[in-house]
């Protein structure tokens, strides 16, 4: 690669992206003009409202029988006594604030020495009521506090008799790090998204832009490298997403401690402590963070035919990246071992400890070199993309206007787009009408979740599309090789999910309670139920339903666009998704790997099934205890779902699978010779 004409690239497309006023406007009025606007205006409202509010006059409405309730609260300043025939139906029109409601005659019972009651019926959802229950209840402490004494005296006690304890606490934490709390909460979700913001628009002008003004041809018959094209288009969204994050970070910090500056009566004392290392190390992870994200933009944005496609198709990214980012910014997180290797959210969560001074050196290394190296995967995978001629001059037709059947033109597979359209279907309809009639009766539910709603909208739409469903699906006979193969690896893989399966339970278990509510909803303990229905309804329907769609449908879609290695991992990751239990996304990720490495190399959707139905019986069986004994307790010794498998199982279970991987190998590479 020539670096001169991969800078030649670069500059070119940062003095074309400088020249659009909606880079600009996102990269420097945002951050300059916008975040001081909105936070010196949003803070002016918020003090004039909160003024008004504190010098008008709270409405109330007493209901007591003893006139002194009425004097108590007539006496409280900024009360004003209202009348109403429905008192609550006026709180709630907004014509009265609050009603006091006294049971019994008040005096009475306080000169029979028994508590009175009296309540305080408020709004809480209108500011105005929320301020009227404080100014009573402000109040009427007063005359507790004057009664409590009197009675207190009457008997010829001491003042701090019924103080049998004093209970104070004080907070000990200093202004900066209650203010660097603040900042660590609200500041990484911020940097993320600026960050994305700023590689959006180039990113998708540079790449898809440029297909659709017919320029990506002509930068391509110059004597030019793609490598060096797509290094120079990277560096211009890089630096572009680079600088919006700096920019947007720094305004928002100083935004928001001047803001700080201008209520620090109200609020108390406040102070940002950030050391210039701190700063540094901040935006020095601002740099590998952008690097990823840019990159990531760039690989999705050049996958579309147009400009109008690659939004569509970069707009879900932010949601992406904007969960790690939320998630680490929930209280209670912490940069653990694990979450140091988690993309996003590990620079979100060192971030945070940062802020608060809680960092050590071992962190930041550890965020450090993971965000490297997933940003030069990003950038490598991106580089593979621009290889693809298929995909940098793709000029597929569209959906036809009239949606007629016979305008499709006939397609060996779904395009990408479509086959996530198909999953997207399939997961708003398990969401909405799936879980639903799983709650009604597990077994019907689990059918008409399986056949009607995962397969049939499949089948029907790749049918009315006229995509070969033989071939989309992979509907092909495996060849003795790979189905030996793949029945080798079906029953080690049992073994070793289990083993997964602890793992995971130690670190993210699952509540007992769902658990039993789980197992009580597949009725497997119900005698009434035949075996070979429950295996029918839970391992072999799901089986043929979700490997048409994830092994079929979708990963013949998702290999159009790119490596075949790459759409396994992409279809597992969404067959994870697909289940909607957090607690069996990852387990459930990993086995939908291996079941998409077995319809890849064995070119069989059946195989994947069978290895499917495999895992799935063998489980089942384990729970209603139809295996045998020598091999169930694996599942049921509650031993080994504390310290784990015993080894020689996991030892040989390991070299079964080994040794179906390896039979399925030769047999792929002797299919491609024959």
């Known amino acids: 690669m020539n670096l001169r004409t991969a800078k030649t690239i670069f500059f070119k497309e940062l003095l074309d992206t400088l020249r659009d006023k909606r880079t600009l406007i996102a990269m420097l009025g945002v951050p300059v003009v916008l975040y001081p606007a909105l936070f010196i205006f949003g803070a002016q409202a918020m003090v004039v409202q909160q003024d008004t509010l ?58 029979l020495g028994t508590p009175a009651k009296i309540d305080i019926q408020y709004d809480a959802t209108e500011p105005a009521s929320r301020e009227a229950q404080r100014r009573l209840s402000k109040g009427l402490e007063k005359h507790f506090e004057r009664l409590l004494n009197e009675r207190i005296a009457a008997r010829g006690l001491p003042a701090d008799f019924a103080l049998p304890l004093k209970i104070g606490s004080k907070d ?29 628009y180039p990113a998708i002008d540079i790449t898809a832009g440029e297909k659709e003004r017919g320029t990506f041809e002509t930068l391509l018959s110059t004597p030019t490298t793609k490598l060096e094209i797509v290094f120079g288009k990277f560096l211009t969204i890089f630096l572009l997403s680079l600088l919006t994050g700096v920019l947007n970070l720094a305004s928002l910090t100083l935004t928001f401690a001047f803001q700080l500056t201008q209520i620090q009566d109200s609020i108390g004392a406040f102070e940002i402590h950030l050391p210039a290392a701190t700063v540094a190390l901040i935006f020095l992870l601002m740099a590998p963070l952008a690097f990823f994200i840019s990159a990531a933009m760039m690989s999705i944005a050049v996958l579309a035919r147009n400009f109008k496609e690659a939004q569509n ?88 206007l009239t949606l ?28 909405y009408l799936g879980t639903y009639v799983q709650s009604q009766n597990a077994i019907s539910g689990t059918l008409i979740t399986q056949w009607g709603i995962i397969l049939a909208p499949t089948v029907v739409i790749l049918w009315f599309v006229r995509v070969d469903i033989v071939r989309a699906l992979s509907l092909r006979l495996p060849s003795f090789g790979a189905s030996v193969a793949t029945l080798l690896m079906a029953l080690a893989w049992v073994v070793l999910i289990l083993q997964i399966s602890i793992w995971q339970n130690r670190v993210l278990p699952m509540p007992e309670e769902m658990a039993r509510q789980m197992e009580e909803l597949l009725q497997l303990d119900n005698p009434d139920v035949s075996i070979v229905l429950i295996l029918f309804a839970f391992a072999l329907s799901p089986a043929i339903c979700e490997d048409a769609l994830c092994r079929g449908a979708l990963f013949s879609g998702l290999r159009r666009r790119m490596p075949d290695w790459v759409a396994v991992l992409a ?104």
Do not use: C
Not at 183 to 190: E, K, Q
């Open 313 to 400: 198709f970069v707009t879900p990214f932010f949601a992406v990246i904007m969960f790690p980012s939320m998630f680490a910014s929930l209280p209670g997180v912490k940069l653990t071992a694990a979450m140091q290797l988690a993309p996003i959210a590990n620079v979100a969560l060192l971030f945070k400890d940062l802020m608060t001074g809680k960092s050590d050196v071992q962190s930041v290394f550890v965020v450090l070199v993971s965000t490297a190296v997933y940003a030069v995967l990003a950038l490598l995978f991106a580089a593979w993309v621009f290889q693809r001629e298929e995909v940098i001059l793709s000029e597929d037709r569209g959906i036809p």
């Open 54 to 111: 504190v010098k008008t006059p709270s409405r109330v409405v007493v209901q007591a029988s003893d006139p002194q309730v009425v004097q108590w609260i007539s006496g409280m300043p900024m009360i004003q006594l209202a009348e109403a025939k429905f008192p609550s139906e006026s709180m709630f029109a907004g014509e009265i604030d609050a009603i006091i409601v006294a049971q019994g005659n008040t005096s009475a019972m306080l000169q």
């Open 172 to 200: 000990i934490a200093p202004p900066a790090k209650s203010t660097g709390t603040i900042l660590g909460m609200i500041l990484p979700m911020i940097m993320v998204v600026m960050l994305g913001v700023g590689a959006f």
């Open 571 to 674: 279809v597992a990751a969404l067959f994870g998704l697909l289940h909607m239990v957090v607690y069996r996304v990852l387990t459930t990720a990993i086995s939908g790997a291996v079941l998409g490495y077995i319809v890849w190399r064995s070119r069989s959707l059946y195989a994947s099934i069978a290895a499917h139905f495999i895992n799935n019986a063998v489980a089942l069986l384990a729970s209603t205890g139809q295996l045998p004994q020598s091999v169930g307790v694996l599942w049921t010794d509650e031993r080994y779902q504390k310290s784990g498998l015993p080894v020689p199982a996991l030892l040989g279970a390991l070299a079964v699978f080994g040794a179906g991987v390896v039979l399925m190998e030769w047999t792929a590479r002797r299919n491609r010779a024959a």
């Open 404 to 431: 007629r059947r016979s305008e499709f033109t006939p397609e060996p597979a779904p395009s990408m787009g479509l086959a996530l359209f198909l999953f997207a279907l399939v997961f708003i309809l398990i969401f």
